[in-house]
């Protein structure tokens, strides 16, 4: 499973430990993934996503995870994700 947000598209990062002595040793940064269910008003059912906090954060703030799949740019999601936000925009034009 790969350490990848589905609908950010946020991964690891790279950096340095730097210690009290300034001496710099190579680390990673990791997303903080949680595993969620989220509910689609239009489809009237629910999908688990592997996203950050970040993402859970952002489709809140938009109204949902229809409101944020509106929004989202394709190259971003992944193949789960983008499966989903062509039902919901195939519900909402139906």
Do not use: W, Y
């Amino acid at each position: 499973m790969s350490r990848r947000c589905e609908l950010t598209g946020k991964g690891p990062m790279s950096g340095n430990n730097v210690s009290h002595a300034n001496n710099k040793t190579k680390r990673r940064f990791l997303p903080n993934l949680q595993e969620v269910t989220l509910q689609s008003d239009v489809l009237g059912r629910s999908f688990k996503f592997r996203i950050s906090s970040a993402a859970l954060r952002t489709v809140d703030h938009r109204g949902g995870l229809d409101e944020f799949m509106a929004k989202a740019k394709d190259a971003e999601l992944s193949a789960n994700a983008l499966k989903v936000k062509k039902d919901i925009m195939k519900a909402v034009a139906a």
